[in-house]
């Protein structure tokens, strides 16, 4: 407890509002039901009605408050986002240091396969599996998370190499050590803190991804809503003059700001592999 | 005086550390130092790491390295450059004070030719014409022993070796006939028969032109063979300064004594069982199947209890040996036995047992420990992986162990990064001995070690020896070492064993060529040293 | 150039049409060997049997797979795209004219981004930690977290609505002076800019420090050289490659970016197309335009590993 209270002491102010803020949406995604005023899908106004006392963002295209409509969408968005970076993670840094401590064939054949799939944007392959795949949530967070693990498993797999070739890792297996004490008790604890920071910046770029494909239109799927359809729904309305657009599209990027703040920090302050006690 | 060069006046250094997740601590890299330098004269400054002789030798250029501060006064020919304007301070730089930096391979612009940067300054500050100036080039290039001076200028950096790229530095700086030189440490990341050359060179080159010049070493007996005067600093702090001559033959500062008593270890060597603990027998390795042999026909045996020590340059081939004998390498040919029973060629094929009974310690200390673990795990891992010890016996054998190599109980919850590189080190030996090994690897333990640092690991080595009884395979470059430690010794050059035998048979006359030019490059603690070894040299 | 620098160059083009074979391969499955009925998944649940098996005939999903893919790359390589199915044109025909929209908006993006990103980078390593450099790396970092279609409507309220400077929809038709194109494509290519400069910022800010960072940038300052000349002669040819290559992937993330801003700007481009066609489940035109913007991106990538390659002087000048 007293290692939080003196980590949030040294903390730069920069980190400390993209903590607060995350930690905030958070909450409004873990409690929405509680927190919005009013329900989803119900109609409760006029269309594209501007901020007031009643509705605190204005109501949207088919007259539903706004507000409750982007604390609920936090929920999709954030769990979507979650589960798929989930996902990426698991498959991607897995496969990463399998690679990097059985070598040869093994490496060569997983990395050979990654380095195809990642020679497609990512974007298009999303699309060009999504053109005959119904956007199911489930579908959206395995082609996330499959996709994404590639990038996770350059970054694992170039970060346990690196690892590997230090001297004490070969001490460990000139004493007779196992696969399984190398991985977990030599590499793993010093490939945490990039993998750490990296986890916050694919977060960022599951959300963003995912908030892309929703406002394509082909993501999340009504009646459900994230923050990307809201902003497909309300598009019309900047034509008009009114940025109700500009609200769910402005959330997302508060989310990822704040994200990114925090795994900015932990990039570059935290100790490295030369250090000691985590900073 | 007109003749002074280089007056420094009570410099003093400060810097602003950052160690991760702490606050920022304000440190005294120099703390009021003084001397001077006359023209023509040659300062050696010398010290341990730590001790501020690069950032000492930085000032007469103005220059501190990221964001020192520098106070005091540092007057060169007459003017006090600390208050120069940094136009002042970029006429001084290139044209009245050079810099050689310690690694010449990095510090040349990879993307220009040589003959370019070499004569940058000189046309930069107008001092000549291009013709001119390649002209004094292609001179320079001859004076330091250059092969093929007339075209070597139109290399690039990557193209020539290490100790060439040394000496076109050296040409870099001579070429707008400065009036003061700062070496920096020249010929330390040199193999030793190369460094003879370049540095009779740079002393030749020092000679003929009059030029003044500071050089930093942490090589006493380096030093000695090119300067006057010499300073030797400690932790930033001047600890004594006379001529040559007087620090050599009288120093009297302990500090001083015990860098000129260094590596005078006096050691008996035993002579070599009939039964050896290891035997190498004919044993010849590849790095790839097809791939010619890094090893061809090694033999050669290391008896219990005793050390043999394995000494050779970069590229003989010593530390493949090492992974031959740890199993990483499977030779091609040849056998290994270990207590006269066949020892398999693969770490796979090796049983708990074996592989507890052959340890090894590296050379870098800072790599060679998970970062992550304490000294408590580090060393308390071999005692529960081989002999199963656990909870409080454990525990004591840790703290029995750390007794052993000198650091005690209270190291016992420290992190790699709280110890200094001689404590890291000692750990690392801590370790191998946990395992309660017959044979110990040594590879190059003590190169990165400052020299006082060194000496103090292999007194430890010595003594854990005769109270263990365990052998050492002792991998080194240097020789002075290799005098202290050794009972047996094996010469490897290229790849093969040019010479082997018990230490004083190896030490003694009649030498083969390479063990006689490898002897003679080892520089002495004595002046004169340098010229007497290079009629031998080029024999 | 030697021969060692052309044979690496040889090898690095053959790798990259190897794998735009493979990314071929993989858009195929991708879209005609998933589990479950394609034809049925494009129709939906209530259609006919004869329907299902008439749009089965016409993908051609009674032949083998590999035969298939065979027809259809075959095809591709003597430049017919296939067939749309839900509008019956030929592919090539409709791409033809957007390609070259895309491309437009593509190259005056790049125009702008990154002379301003390099210019920048350079700014923000000249007065590293000072303001200048806090200020770029802070606007940077928020403009890295901004969605596309966040920038583009921001743009439009602002100086299409409120202001009414710029249309709000990009529409671009023949016979349009490049005056008119261009501010047609004013606020697109604006949403494009801002979203790789940052990007694109951000990495030659690193590629540039790194060199600034070399030993031999510290050997140039004590011989006494300016700053401008350390940057022209000694930082500058060695940085070529790092930033070039910084660059050169940036602009591949630049045919991602500009889907998006398409079909924000309802742009008539490649991007435009594509999403259409995929709400459509129109599989054949998705294959193709899906193969074209994978060739563009490997074309990329493989032209920044040359530069890199042509510009090492190791490898220019070998031992």
């Known amino acids: 407890m007293s290692i939080c209270l003196t980590l949030l002491k040294r903390m730069p102010v920069t980190a400390l509002i993209g903590l607060l803020l995350t930690f905030g949406f958070l909450v409004m995604a873990l409690f929405a039901p509680w927190l919005a005023p009013y329900p989803m899908s119900e109609s409760v106004g006029d269309m594209w009605m501007g901020p007031s006392a009643e509705f605190w963002l204005g109501t949207d295209n088919l007259g539903r408050d706004l507000l409750s409509r982007l604390i609920h969408g936090a929920r999709t968005t954030m769990t979507i986002a979650a589960l798929a970076t989930a996902l990426a993670f698991s498959i991607g840094s897995v496969l990463g240091i399998l690679a990097a401590v059985y070598g040869g064939w093994v490496d060569q054949l997983i990395s050979r396969g990654v380095d195809i799939v990642m020679s497609i944007p990512t974007l298009i392959f999303a699309l060009v599996i999504l053109s005959v795949m119904p956007s199911t949530v489930l579908m959206l967070i395995v082609i996330m998370g499959v996709l994404d693990s590639t990038r996770v498993f350059r970054i694992s797999r170039a970060v346990a190499v690196n690892i590997n070739v230090m001297d004490f890792v070969e001490a460990a297996r000139l004493r007779g050590e196992g696969k399984g004490w190398i991985i977990f008790r030599e590499i793993l604890p010093n490939a945490l803190t990039p993998l750490v920071a990296e986890l916050g910046l694919r977060f960022i770029f599951a959300v963003l991804f995912l908030s892309s494909l929703s406002f394509l239109g082909l993501g999340v799927q009504p009646p459900e809503a994230d923050w990307g359809s809201m902003v497909r729904e309300n598009r019309q309305g900047i034509v008009f003059g009114v940025p109700a657009a500009l609200i769910p599209a402005a959330a997302i990027a508060l989310l990822a700001i704040s994200v990114n703040l925090v795994a900015d920090w932990v990039l570059r302050h935290t100790t490295d592999l030369k250090g000691g006690r985590r900073g | 005086m007109a003749d002074t060069l280089l007056d420094i006046r009570h410099l003093t250094i400060d810097a602003t550390a950052y160690p991760p997740g702490e606050a920022p601590q304000e440190i005294t890299i120099v703390d009021d130092v003084s001397f001077t330098l006359e023209r023509g004269k040659v300062l050696g400054l010398i010290g341990e790491s730590g001790a501020g002789k690069s950032t000492i030798g930085l000032s007469p250029a103005g220059y501190g390295r990221g964001g020192i501060r520098l106070s005091g006064e540092v007057w060169v020919n007459g003017r006090d450059i600390l208050k120069d304007t940094p136009k002042a301070l970029r006429k001084l730089r290139g044209k009245t004070v050079c810099y050689v930096a310690q690694s010449a391979a990095a510090a040349f612009n990879p993307a220009q030719t040589l003959m370019e940067q070499v004569i940058e300054t000189t046309l930069l500050h107008g001092l000549a014409t291009r013709q001119e100036a390649e002209a004094r080039a292609v001179e320079l290039f001859g004076q330091l022993g250059l092969p093929d001076p007339e075209h070597f200028g139109s290399r690039y950096p990557h193209q020539v070796s290490g100790g060439q790229l040394q000496r076109a530095m050296t040409a870099m700086a001579l070429c707008p006939k400065p009036d003061l030189i700062i070496f920096d440490e020249p010929t330390t990341a040199l193999d030793v028969t190369t460094q003879i050359d370049v540095l009779a060179a740079i002393k030749r080159a020092i000679h003929t032109t009059g030029v003044g010049a500071l050089y930093i070493t942490h090589d006493l007996a380096v030093v000695a063979q090119v300067a006057d005067d010499i300073l030797v600093l400690r932790q930033g702090e001047k600890v004594e300064m006379g001529s040559t001559a007087q620090i050599i033959e009288s120093p009297q500062e302990a500090y001083t004594q015990a860098l000129v008593a260094v590596r005078s270890i006096a050691h008996t060597p035993k002579p070599p069982s009939p039964t050896p603990l290891l035997a190498v027998e004919g044993v010849s390795a590849a790095y790839h199947q097809s791939g010619h042999n890094v090893l061809e026909t090694i033999s050669l045996s290391v008896s219990a209890g005793q050390t043999l020590a394995i000494v050779g340059e970069s590229g003989s081939g010593k530390s493949t040996l090492a992974r031959v004998i740890t199993g990483l390498l499977p030779p091609n040919r040849g056998q290994l036995l270990f207590a006269e029973t066949p020892l398999p060629h693969t770490l796979a094929e090796r049983s708990k047992e074996t592989l507890r009974e052959l340890q090894m310690i590296y050379q870098m200390a800072d790599v060679a420990m998970n970062p992550r673990h304490t000294v408590e795990t580090i060393i308390g891992r071999p005692l529960t992986f081989y002999f199963g010890l656990k909870g409080k016996a454990r525990r004591e054998r840790i703290i029995e162990l750390l007794d052993a190599i000198e650091l005690g109980e209270a190291f016992i919850d420290r992190y790699p990064a709280e110890l200094s590189g001689g404590q890291k080190q000692r750990v690392c030996i801590a370790r191998a001995l946990a395992a309660k090994p017959k044979l110990i690897i040594c590879d190059e333990v003590t190169s990165a070690l400052d020299p006082l640092v060194a000496d103090g690991i292999l007194k430890l080595l010595l003594r854990l020896q005769a109270q263990e009884n365990v052998a050492y395979l002792f991998i080194t470059h240097d020789l002075a070492t290799v005098k202290a430690i050794a009972d047996s010794i094996a010469v490897m050059h290229q790849g093969q064993v040019v010479r082997y035998g018990k230490r004083d048979t190896v030490l003694s006359p009649p030498f083969d060529a390479y063990t006689q030019k490898l002897l003679a490059s080892v520089p002495q603690m004595k002046q004169g040293w340098l010229e007497e070894a290079l009629t031998t040299h080029h024999d | ?319």
Do not use: C
């Not at chain 3, 000249?126 to 901004?146: C, E, F, H, K, M």
């Not at chain 3, 930082?235 to 070529?240: E, G, H, K, L, Y």
């Not at chain 3, 066609?277 to 490997?298: C, E, N, T, W």
């Open chain 3, 1 to 319: 150039m030697n021969t060692f620098v052309i044979k690496l160059i040889a090898q690095r083009l053959a790798l990259g049409l190897l794998l735009l074979l493979a990314v071929s391969v993989l858009i195929f499955v991708g879209t005609q060997l998933l589990p479950g009925d394609v034809a049925q998944s494009i129709l939906g649940q209530s259609a006919t049997p004869e329907a299902v098996d008439n749009l089965r005939r016409e993908l051609g999903l009674d032949q083998p797979a590999w035969l298939r893919y065979l027809d259809w790359l075959g095809g591709i390589l003597q430049g017919d795209l296939g067939t749309a199915l839900s509008n019956r044109q030929d592919i090539g025909e409709s791409l033809w004219g957007r390609a070259g929209n895309t491309l437009f908006l593509a190259f005056w993006t790049a125009v702008v981004a990154v002379p301003l990103a390099i210019l920048l980078g350079l700014v923000a390593v000249r007065y590293q930690n000072r303001w200048p450099d806090r200020v770029i790396s802070g606007t940077t970092l928020t403009a890295i977290s901004l969605p596309e279609f966040f920038i583009g409507y921001l743009l439009i309220y602002l100086f299409a609505v409120k202001f009414n400077w710029f249309p709000s929809v990009s529409t671009v038709y023949s016979g349009m002076s490049l005056g008119e194109r261009l501010h047609a494509i004013a606020l697109p290519a604006a949403t494009l800019t801002l979203v790789i400069l940052a990007h694109m910022m951000r990495m030659t800010r690193a590629a540039i420090l790194s060199v600034m960072q070399s030993p031999y940038i510290e050997t140039a300052e004590l011989k006494g050289l300016g700053l401008f000349r350390i940057i022209a002669r000694h930082a500058f040819p060695n940085a070529i490659a790092p930033v070039v290559n910084v660059v050169m992937l940036n602009l591949a993330f630049l045919i991602v970016g500009v889907v998006v801003v398409e079909v924000i700007f309802v742009y008539p481009g490649m991007g435009q197309y594509l999403i259409d066609h995929v709400s459509k489940r129109d599989v054949p035109v998705v294959q193709a335009v899906g193969l074209l913007f994978a060739a563009v991106y490997i074309g990329l990538n493989m032209l920044a590993d040359i530069i890199a390659i042509v510009t090492n002087p190791r490898l220019r000048h070998p031992k």
